[in-house]
């Protein structure tokens, strides 16, 4: 056809060219490569889509473990002012208890006996307000002995109690929100050796 004249084309009726019926135009990529194509092209789509999927769940983790951190920094902030404010209980609660060992009802000072019942008030008060913000006196006398909650400072015989109990308190712990801050001073019961 490439070598036809135009009068050999008009006189035979042969066209050559883009618009001949009898020869289909050739793709530059075959049937099969064109499957092999879309094959890759969904495997792509299957990588990107579970990559997609991780990248939203490590995201999501990092937004509640950040909103986890931001929480407990909410509760906790204020554990070293706890821990500085229960030295203070301790002494208050000293102090009480030695105005009440002097205080007795036949005393014929009052003024002792309304010191006593003011240190009571304000005892009582703190108390309120410890529990109010989460801080938690522990009263282990009785039970049994936990390393995370207390801390032995002496063994005292088993009299009447198991041994591994808790048989007397030194100094209170305290725990902010279920969390210790500070461990209980405790003797606890072991049995008596002959």
């Not at 902030?77 to 007795?104: H, N, P, W, Y």
Request: include cysteine; charged fraction near 30%; charge should be negative.
């Amino acid at each position: 056809c490439a070598f036809s004249t135009a009068a050999q084309q008009r006189s035979t009726g042969d066209e050559c060219g883009p618009e001949d019926p009898s020869e289909e135009p050739k793709h530059p990529l075959s049937d099969c490569a064109l499957e092999h194509k879309a094959i890759k092209l969904e495997e792509q789509v299957r990588d990107l889509t579970e990559r997609y999927r991780k990248a939203l769940a490590d995201s999501e983790n990092v937004r509640r473990r950040t909103q986890k951190f931001v929480e407990d920094a909410k509760l906790f902030g204020i554990q070293s002012f706890c821990r500085d404010l229960v030295e203070v209980a301790d002494i208050l609660e000293k102090t009480t208890e030695s105005a009440a060992g002097q205080a007795e009802p036949s005393d014929p000072n009052p003024t002792l006996k309304k010191i006593y019942e003011g240190l009571s008030l304000i005892e009582a008060k703190l108390q309120s307000v410890f529990a109010k913000h989460g801080l938690q006196k522990m009263n282990p006398v009785g039970g049994r002995y936990d390393p995370y909650d207390h801390e032995i400072i002496c063994h005292v015989p088993a009299e009447g109690m198991q041994p591994g109990t808790v048989a007397l308190v030194t100094q209170d712990g305290y725990k902010l929100h279920g969390r210790t801050i500070r461990h209980a001073l405790v003797g606890v019961a072991v049995e008596a050796q002959e």
